[in-house]
Antibody, heavy 119, light 108 residues
Framework: EVQLVESGGGLVQPGGSLRLSCAGS????????VNWVRQAPGKGLEWVAY????????AYSDSVRGRFTISKDNANNALYLHLNSLRANDTAVYYC????????????WGQGTPVAVSS | EIVLTQSPATLSLSPGDRATLSCRAS??????LAWYQQKPGQAPRLLIY???NRATGIPARFIGSGSGTDFTLTITSLEPEDFAVYYC??????????FGQGTKLEIK
């Protein structure tokens, strides 16, 4: 089955760090663009970060640039979002999405992983 | 940054009704607009891409239209499973891939 599986979320104190994982199943993740999208409790969707498929291009929203970074693990068919200097307003469910050529950045979504930033 | 404004915020209709959801962009996004459906406790799923193309497996009652700055998602005859929150997203000028704030379609 073709799917994305996120993991790594949890409860962290303000200023702390987490590493979120996005694993591809049934396809080769590095052949696709990947985005991270988050959703704060009771709120709408917010795009967070982008990674090109085979190339080095990454992009971040203004709200996370300088604190979040993307890295790739092609051997494990995975991509990571490193969350540093976490703030209370980073609390959200984090989704990874696969972008398909022609149909855009949200063609396939994972189930999401929750991140809670609280003391 | 392109801002997407969805209206109405909430739409109350009955099964069998026709639903019309709007998404307006602050500047032209050409045809590069997508619509997503999100049900409680679930991830969003892609319904429409590039303004009018249904994603794989999406029923024909979901119709996307528009270009430039004004877009519409029409659901021709609402089924019980269609009551959800709908988001639009642009990919014309990025980053960021901005989303609208959502329209909640609720049962009247």
């Amino acid at each position: 089955e073709v799917q994305l599986v996120e993991s790594g979320g949890g409860l962290v104190q303000p200023g702390g760090s987490l590493r979120l994982s996005c694993a591809g199943s049934g396809f080769t993740l590095s052949n696709y663009e990947v985005n991270w999208v988050r959703q704060a409790p009771g709120k709408g969707l917010e795009w967070v970060a982008y990674s090109s498929g085979s190339g080095p291009t990454v992009a971040y929203s203004d709200s996370v640039r300088g604190r979040f970074t993307i890295s790739k693990d092609n051997a494990n068919n995975a991509l990571y979002l490193h969350l540093n200097s976490l703030r209370a307003n980073d609390t959200a469910v984090y989704y990874c999405t696969r972008g398909d050529y022609g149909s855009g950045p949200g063609s396939l979504w994972g189930q999401g992983t929750p991140v809670a930033v609280s003391s | 940054e392109i801002v997407l404004t969805q209206s109405p915020a909430t739409l109350s209709l009955s099964p069998g009704d026709r639903a019309t959801l709007s998404c307006r962009a602050s500047q032209s996004v050409r045809i590069y607009l997508a619509w997503y459906q999100q049900k409680p406790g679930q991830a969003p799923r892609l319904l429409i891409y590039d303004a009018s193309n249904r994603a794989t497996g999406i029923p024909a009652r979901f119709i996307g239209s528009g270009s430039g700055t004004d877009f519409t998602l029409t659901i021709t005859s609402l089924e019980p499973e269609d009551f959800a929150v709908y988001y639009c997203q642009q990919r014309s000028d990025w980053p960021p891939f901005t989303f609208g704030q959502g329209t909640k379609l609720e049962i009247k």
